[in-house]
């Protein structure tokens, strides 16, 4: 299976790692907007400009999309799915069925085979929501994300004015969790749920008080949440956040029995030092998922939905059923 990276990034420097780890996969190159010759991978592995990918159709089983979901993949993996079959990491959630609309309706007329919002959440944890309810359909679903960097809400801090560098760490609040985990089913507030933890670098003669203010108030990002600001030195920040860790836990529980009186609860977390060399990982997986269904004439857009455990899977039915069924 011959990778291409599409965007190289944090997580294009993630899926050459997953590619080189990867068994049943080869990477045949980096596709970059900027210079190639400016660009320096991980591997060695060659670097072209995007406008000589189509050169490179026959050359190329899956190229996986590393670009933002805010502007670039609404845009790129639509394009790029006319003439390859893509995979892409889609993560604006409210925005998915118009995504996938317009993915699928260029696959189809293309004979491509797609797959939109890989990695964890959207993903490994949609799948674990999906199990969980088929399972316990009387039951209550919760999603926890942390302790881990929101590179969004660190992005949105550094933008005030005043801020030299910060990181953002969203935090499960442990007393929420236990609810959740006493099979309790309580109905919990954004507030109730996570806390924010912002470590500030100022420019120096900053006004502290008005940049702690904007942060805490600042509607979309901080202003439902308890949120804590700490002030440290660039060379804290560096030394102490130099990281990208991540994960969470998603939890059902539920009810069986005549009389509802058997309680369950189901739980899938993660933790991870790295969200997006985690989050490359699922997108090589689901892009061996991605050229098995195109090599069966299965084309279209998926979603993890429909990819079948087995597709993800470098070892034949036979060894799946011999070793971990």
Known sequence: MKIAIYGYGNLGRGVECAVINSSDAELFGVFTRRAPESVKTVSGATVYHVDDLLKHKDDIDVVIICG???????????????????????????????????????????????????????GMFSINRLYASAVLPDGKDYTFWGKGVSQGHSDAIRRIDGVKDAKQYTVPIDEALTAVRSGSEPDLTTREKHLRECFVVAEEGADLARIENEIKTMPNYFADY?????????????????????????IRTGKTGINHE????????????????????????????????????????????????CDLSPLSNEELRKTML
């Open 226 to 250: 308890n949120t804590i600001v700490h002030f440290i030195t660039e060379e804290e920040l560096k030394r102490d956040h130099a990281g990208i860790p991540h994960g969470g836990f998603v």
């Open 262 to 309: 058997n309680s369950h609860v189901i739980e899938y977390s993660l933790k991870l030092d790295s969200n997006p060399e985690f989050t490359a990982s699922v997108l090589v997986a689901y892009a061996r998922a991605v050229n098995k269904l195109y090599n069966r004439g299965d084309f279209g857009c998926k979603t993890v939905f429909d990819i079948a455990p």
């Open 68 to 122: 933002g979901s805010a502007t670039d993949l609404p845009k790129m993996t639509p394009d790029l799915a006319k003439n390859f079959n893509v995979v892409d990491s889609f993560d604006t959630h409210a925005k998915i069925p118009e995504h996938f609309a317009n993915v699928d309706a260029v696959a189809k007329e293309n004979n491509r085979t797609a797959l939109i919002s890989g990695g964890w959440d959207p």
